[in-house]
Nanobody, 122 residues
Framework: QVQLVESGGGLVQPGNSLRLSCAAS????????MGWFRQAPGKEREFVGI????????YYADSAKGRFTISRDNTKNTVYLQMNSLKPEDTAVYYC???????????????WGQGTQVTVSS
C-alpha cells in the first residue's frame, strides 16, 4: 500500500554533508512514523532514527545524535535524513521504512525503500 523511493545518496568527502530523501506514495503517508536504517558491508542493519507521523518528535541512535536530523513534509509525502559532519564509518546503504508503530527494530516496519548508497571517502 505504501511505496517508498529513496534518492540523494552518493560519494561525499569526510566532514561534508548530504541529504537523503524518501518519497512515499499515497494519501496515507501521514499514518506512518518513518524510520531510517543503514547497513554497511558485512554488518547487520542498524537503526539510525525515526520521526513521528506529524514531524513533531524524533528519536535517534547514539551514532546519529548531534550530526543527523530526520524531518518530514507531509504535503510532499517525503521524509528526509540530513547528515552533517560525515565520517567514513557512515558509509552504508541507507534505507527508509514506514511503520504504524514506533521503535528501532526492523520487525516493526511494514514497508521499506530500495536503499541508497552513501560512501564517505576522500
Amino acid at each position: 500500500q505504501v511505496q517508498l523511493v529513496e534518492s540523494g545518496g552518493g560519494l561525499v568527502q569526510p566532514g561534508n554533508s548530504l541529504r537523503l530523501s524518501c518519497a512515499a506514495s499515497g494519501r496515507t503517508f501521514s499514518y506512518y512514523a518513518m524510520g531510517w536504517f543503514r547497513q554497511a558491508p558485512g554488518k547487520e542493519r542498524e537503526f539510525v532514527g525515526i520521526v513521528n507521523r506529524i514531524g513533531s518528535n524524533t528519536y535517534y541512535a547514539d551514532s546519529a545524535k548531534g550530526r543527523f536530523t530526520i524531518s518530514r513534509d507531509n504535503t510532499k509525502n517525503t521524509v528526509y535524513l540530513q547528515m552533517n559532519s560525515l565520517k567514513p564509518e557512515d558509509t552504508a546503504v541507507y534505507y527508509c521504512a514506514a511503520t504504524t508503530g514506533w521503535g528501532a527494530q526492523s520487525s516493526v516496519y511494514d514497508y521499506w525503500g530500495q536503499g541508497t548508497q552513501v560512501t564517505v571517502s576522500s
